[in-house]
């Protein structure tokens, strides 16, 4: 039941959540890996001995090199920090190699299929279980538990997000279901208890902010929740025949969701050649620049509040990975220290 659940809440991820999410591939990346953990147990117990000892194996491998880092990536990249490519391949070259040695302890320990046990005779120490399950438990919680709980401890400081909370919470309980599971004899089922307490967790808090946030599509996504960009007075179409001026009340009105200058072109009644000319001559400033400059002020502060990736499509933008680019310059900063500089100012300005 928890596996088939971890799989609907990736396809309900997938479907209507990407938006909303960051770091969707981590989440992707872990769900699978944690759905291979759940169900590759219940072919262990319909294949040989050697066969199912494999896949035991196989499992510790993906879920500790793949699913473990993925999770910790995810939970940073909810509380939107930024994550430098080398500091991502390394995690996971990282986490690999332990999990080799913890397949390689654990296979010395009860089956030899992959080592000898001339190799055994080499080690200096006794490779036995309790040693695998020391590491395993070390592993836990250096990858995931602390830093999750030290992240937790940093954003109750900050305006509360139920999707972050929700992420940071579930890496924990999956942490620690999965220590407990190893201590506790016949305690896997401990395992599936916090895949499903985690898949409902995750579930409702991205249900709760589609359904807050209006996410249902996005030709319905409207801008009544978003903040007012900057001073721009309406312009009733009827009345001014200003075609800058048009185009400049409809951006104000609509630059969440304004898909290209032809659909500001319409609105005033002009070509999109005329209008970009007319544009620049009374501006010396081009529609998308004028555009994008509205987005990133509204996104301001948006981001006091919300993650980079909601901010980001709440404003417009379809990719999150081009507004932080777009959004450094302008301001010099990334999202994520603006964040961080926003969050120090209104602390220090609380004292």
Same mark, same amino acid.
């Given at each position: 039941?928890?596996?088939?659940?971890?799989?609907?809440?990736?396809?309900?991820?997938?479907?209507?959540?990407?938006?909303?999410?960051?770091?969707?591939?981590?989440?992707?990346?872990?769900?699978?890996?944690?759905?291979?953990?759940?169900?590759?147990?219940?072919?262990?117990?319909?294949?040989?001995?050697?066969?199912?000892?494999?896949?035991?194996?196989?499992?510790?491998?993906?879920?500790?090199?793949?699913?473990?880092?993925?999770? +910790?990536? /995810?939970?940073?990249?909810?509380? #939107?920090?930024? *994550?430098?490519?080398? =500091?991502?391949?390394?995690?996971?070259? &990282? $986490?690999?190699?332990?999990?080799?040695?913890?397949?390689?302890?654990?296979?010395?320990?009860?089956?030899?299929?992959?080592?000898?046990?001339?190799?055994?005779?080499?080690?200096?120490?006794?490779?036995?279980?309790?040693?695998?399950?020391?590491?395993?438990?070390?592993?836990?919680?250096?990858?995931?538990?602390?830093?999750?709980?030290?992240? +937790?401890? /940093?954003?109750?400081?900050?305006? #509360?997000?139920? *999707?972050?909370?929700? =992420?940071?919470?579930?890496?924990?309980? &999956? $942490?620690?279901?999965?220590?407990?599971?190893?201590?506790?004899?016949?305690?896997?089922?401990?395992?599936?208890?916090?895949?499903?307490?985690?898949?409902?967790?995750?579930?409702?808090?991205?249900?709760?902010?589609?359904?807050?946030?209006?996410?249902?599509?996005?030709?319905?996504?409207?801008?009544?929740?978003?903040?007012?960009?900057?001073? +721009?007075?309406?312009?009733?179409?009827?009345?001014?025949?200003?075609?800058?001026?048009?185009?400049?009340?409809?951006?104000?009105?609509?630059?969440?969701?304004?898909?290209?200058?032809?659909?500001?072109?319409?609105?005033?009644?002009?070509?999109?050649?005329?209008?970009?000319?007319?544009?620049?001559?009374?501006?010396?400033?081009?529609?998308?620049?004028?555009?994008?400059?509205?987005?990133?002020?509204?996104?301001?502060?948006?981001?006091?509040?919300?993650?980079?990736?909601?901010?980001?499509?709440?404003?417009?933008?379809?990719?999150?990975?081009?507004?932080?680019?777009?959004?450094?310059?302008?301001?010099?900063?990334?999202?994520?220290?603006?964040?961080?500089?926003?969050?120090?100012?209104?602390?220090?300005?609380?004292?």
């Amino acid at each position: 039941m928890s596996a088939q659940l971890m799989l609907l809440v990736l396809l309900y991820f997938y479907v209507f959540a990407r938006k909303v999410l960051s770091g969707f591939c981590f989440h992707v990346a872990f769900l699978l890996s944690f759905v291979y953990y759940l169900v590759a147990l219940q072919l262990q117990y319909y294949t040989d001995f050697e066969t199912g000892t494999y896949i035991l194996l196989s499992r510790i491998l993906v879920l500790f090199g793949i699913g473990v880092p993925s999770l +910790l990536l /995810l939970v940073l990249s909810q509380v #939107k920090r930024d *994550i430098s490519l080398n =500091f991502k391949i390394a995690l996971y070259l &990282v $986490a690999v190699l332990i999990s080799t040695v913890i397949v390689f302890i654990k296979d010395m320990a009860n089956h030899n299929f992959l080592f000898s046990t001339d190799v055994q005779k080499a080690i200096p120490f006794v490779v036995d279980n309790s040693l695998g399950l020391f590491t395993h438990s070390l592993y836990l919680v250096g990858a995931l538990l602390v830093p999750s709980a030290y992240i +937790l401890y /940093l954003e109750h400081k900050k305006p #509360k997000s139920l *999707i972050t909370t929700a =992420f940071i919470l579930g890496a924990i309980v &999956v $942490a620690l279901s999965q220590i407990a599971s190893h201590h506790i004899a016949n305690g896997f089922w401990l395992n599936y208890v916090g895949a499903i307490f985690v898949a409902l967790c995750w579930f409702l808090a991205v249900f709760h902010h589609l359904k807050q946030n209006q996410y249902v599509s996005p030709t319905e996504h409207t801008s009544q929740h978003l903040p007012q960009a900057p001073e +721009l007075p309406y312009v009733d179409k009827t009345v001014s025949k200003d075609t800058v001026s048009l185009a400049k009340a409809y951006i104000h009105q609509h630059y969440s969701h304004i898909k290209d200058i032809n659909e500001i072109a319409r609105n005033c009644n002009v070509s999109r050649s005329n209008l970009m000319k007319k544009f620049k001559e009374d501006t010396n400033q081009t529609v998308n620049h004028y555009l994008t400059a509205i987005r990133i002020n509204a996104s301001k502060q948006l981001l006091k509040s919300q993650s980079v990736t909601v901010t980001a499509f709440e404003v417009g933008f379809n990719n999150s990975n081009y507004f932080s680019t777009v959004f450094k310059k302008f301001t010099g900063q990334s999202p994520g220290q603006f964040q961080e500089s926003t969050t120090l100012s209104q602390q220090k300005s609380n004292l």
